[in-house]
């Protein structure tokens, strides 16, 4: 019995301190993309890419690619903006735990096991601003399908730094029917190789 009430205070103990290091850092993310209408862009350009997807009127669907470039450049430069004022961030606060679970502190009893968010956002701001730029050519619905994905995984990031890798994947997969090797697969192979040499430290 003792054992099962000890069992019951570290699992209270763990997620309540969880759930405080977890509010601290929605509050600091937040406080910064408060600041920009970056998710509302991105709403309006995944609904804008599928509007236009499924256009069958030439002169209407040339339209709706016309509007989403000033979208997408809208969004690009807010990112870019937000990337670079959270590169002043304490790096102490912007250590991220690559552990699957969320444990508490657990990005400063294991330090190696972590990435920094402000190199991730540096790196998630580079490749948005790479496929705007369509520095790889691609036809309009492949650049639609590559952006796409790099704000995916740009979002799953958020949701990590917020929460853990497996909260953040299983919203991903909830939210946008796409799981986090999908997208990252998806994105421009130089977010793809910065990311993953972040993540392996």
Same mark, same amino acid.
């Given at each position: 019995? &003792? ?69 997408? %450049? ?37 330090? #190696? ?17 790479? *496929?705007?730029?369509? &520095? ?35 919203? %991903?997969?909830? #939210? ?10 998806? *994105? &421009? ?10 993540? #392996?430290?």
């Amino acid at each position: 019995m &003792d054992i099962l009430f000890l069992a019951i205070l570290i699992a209270t103990g763990i997620f309540v301190l969880n759930a405080k290091q977890q509010r601290q850092r929605i509050v600091l993310l937040a406080g910064f993309l408060g600041n920009y209408q970056i998710e509302k862009l991105m709403e309006n350009l995944t609904e804008g890419y599928l509007r236009a997807l499924g256009e069958s009127n030439p002169e209407r669907r040339e339209q709706v690619w016309s509007l989403l470039r000033t979208t997408e %450049l809208q969004l690009s430069e807010q990112f870019t903006r937000f990337a670079t004022e959270f590169a002043r961030v304490d790096p102490e606060l912007t250590r991220v735990s690559t552990l699957a679970l969320a444990l508490p502190f657990a990005d400063q009893w294991l330090p #190696r096991a972590t990435f920094d968010m402000r190199k991730a956002l540096a790196i998630h701001a580079q490749g948005i601003e790479r *496929v705007v730029r369509n &520095d790889a050519g691609l036809s309009l619905r492949d650049k639609a399908f590559t952006l796409s994905a790099e704000l995916f995984l740009m979002q799953h990031t958020c949701h990590w730094f917020c929460k853990s890798k497996t909260i953040a994947s299983a919203r %991903l997969l909830a #939210r946008h029917q796409t799981p986090y090797e999908q997208v990252l697969a998806s *994105v &421009d192979s130089e977010t793809r190789n910065a990311y993953r040499a972040l993540l #392996r430290g």
